[in-house]
């Protein structure tokens, strides 16, 4: 069946640091890929998508990009911020079946 | 502010009660999703509704139940509240229930049993 593995966090990162946080998916079909953020105490909110193969999204100095050859969607980012820490999912959707498939989300902190 | 609201934000209760939370969806929105969040499970995708109907099913106990109203809004019921229900309960929507469409969620219901 469908699935998406994140990277187990928490991951630490000092102020300033280069992000990565790895999702593979497994799917049937072709799915569109999602980048969620939640930050403390709040619900979880879009940080980008890409709906095909080889497309890039990218948000707020994140970038993540489809490629389905290795079946990834792989978070980066350059240079975080303090205000990057939250949970950051990896999902899939719009392939057979109909339930949205959202990985286990990776902790990340950024110390000043 | 995503645009979706629901209430109430918190909610403490005891084993063997039964509770109902609600969600407006954004306006516009025609679908409207429901998941758990438990530090255990993760996110869990409960149910799905579209423009009245149930589309698709995920994890959802048989305890539990839900309905999409004609203004939209939707509510989720627990019965028969366990001590493993604690969790953040989220309502998300979109325009036309497409998978390939960003979720807008909610800021969540805290449920405690007690």
């Known amino acids: 069946g469908n699935s998406v593995t994140q990277m187990e966090g928490p991951v630490t990162l000092s102020e300033e640091a280069f992000l990565t946080i790895n999702c593979t998916y497994t799917?049937?079909?072709?799915?569109?890929l999602f980048w969620y953020v939640q930050y403390p105490g709040e619900g979880l909110q879009l940080l980008l998508k890409?709906?095909?193969?080889?497309d890039k999204g990218s948000n707020k100095g994140f970038e993540a990009t489809y490629r389905k050859e290795t079946t990834s969607f792989h978070l980066e980012k350059g240079s975080v911020q303090v205000s990057d820490s939250a949970v950051y999912f990896c999902a899939l959707g719009g392939t057979g079946g109909f339930k949205t498939i959202f990985g286990a989300g990776t902790r990340l902190f950024v110390k000043a | 502010d995503s645009g979706v609201t629901q209430t109430p934000k918190h909610l403490i209760t005891a084993t063997g009660q039964r509770v109902t939370l609600r969600c407006s969806p954004r306006?516009?929105?025609?679908?409207v999703y429901w998941y758990q969040q438990s530090l255990d499970q993760g996110l869990q995708f409960l149910i799905q509704y579209y423009n009245g109907e149930e589309r698709a099913k995920g994890n959802i106990l048989e305890r539990f139940s839900a309905q999409q109203f004609p203004d939209l809004h939707s509510e989720l019921n627990l019965s028969s509240l366990e001590l493993g229900d604690s969790a953040l309960y989220f309502c998300a929507s979109s325009p036309q229930g497409f998978l390939q469409e960003t979720q807008y969620f909610g800021p969540g219901t805290r449920l405690l049993v007690l």
């Open positions: 306006s516009g929105d025609l679908s």
């Open positions: 890409a709906t095909k193969a080889d």
């Open positions: 799917a049937t079909g072709y799915p569109s």
